[in-house]
């Protein structure tokens, strides 16, 4: 009889495959929504093995649907041989068509920008993070790094307090 498998232990039940670091400085994430994305079985073989970049991909609105434009899975030598594999190919993303709907609102008529800012598994399945953004002015970035600065510092003067007490 076959044993169940465990979940803490199984490496696609829930992890984080990549995160966009550089969307954070760069933009306000004002909303987050969670997106399927429609991939090619060689593109799940080359995630699995961590051959994902996207930190220059954003999501565009084509013929009332979403696609994800400039993310690179670069493909296995083995994985495939008989189809060609396109790395920055466009890819659909999978959305209910209300969410669709209030994304394509905020993009034409207030200005935003739709961002991926991670891409993690769930029960097996690549989804990903898509943020509602508006990009940041050069002030707001530095504001963002004194904050950040700021804030480890204050870190670093409570455990030096909690230490010494």
């Known amino acids: 009889m076959a044993k169940p498998k465990d979940k803490k232990n199984s490496k696609d039940s829930g992890g984080t495959i990549a995160l966009n670091k550089r969307a954070r400085y760069d933009y306000h994430i004002d909303d987050r929504y969670e997106a399927g994305l429609a991939l090619q079985g060689w593109e799940v073989k080359s995630i699995r093995a961590g051959r994902i970049n996207f930190g220059d991909a954003y999501a565009l609105v084509?013929?009332?649907?979403?696609?994800?434009?400039?993310?690179q899975i670069t493909p296995l030598i083995q994985a495939s041989t008989h189809v060609v594999a396109d790395d920055r190919r466009t890819r659909k993303l999978l959305l209910h068509r209300e969410e669709?709907?209030?994304l394509i609102g905020a993009v034409e008529r207030k200005g935003y920008t739709l961002i991926p800012t991670?891409?993690?598994?769930?029960?097996?399945r690549v989804k990903v993070e898509i943020g509602l953004a508006r990009g940041k002015q050069e002030h707001d970035k530095r504001?963002?790094?004194?904050?950040?600065?700021?804030n480890r510092e204050k870190q670093r003067t409570m455990r030096a307090h909690n230490r010494d007490a």
């Not at 084509?62 to 993310?71: D, R």
């Open 62 to 71: 084509k013929a009332g649907e979403l696609y994800l434009f400039g993310a």
């Open 100 to 102: 669709i709907d209030k």
């Open 118 to 124: 991670a891409l993690y598994w769930k029960n097996n």
């Open 143 to 150: 504001d963002t790094e004194k904050e950040r600065d700021w």
